[in-house]
């Protein structure tokens, strides 16, 4: 990580991705990502962190529209 690298929240990263939050904290407490705490609770993302997940090709389940439709 470079220092003056920006650092995202959870939302942001998920945004990103193409994820829900909750994916991406499961993701930390796995720790299949890389972070940041700024403080005692804050956990950040390093943007180099997001674009290695996208670099190894992850990709987010499709979801079946017909089905959620109901």
Known sequence: MVLDERLLTVGEA???LGLKPA?????????????VRPSLRAVRIPESAVRRIIE?????AVINEERHAR
């Open 56 to 60: 190894r090709g992850f990709r987010p």
């Open 14 to 16: 998920a945004a990103r």
């Open 23 to 35: 994916t991406i904290r499961r993701m930390i407490l796995n720790r299949r990502v890389e972070t």
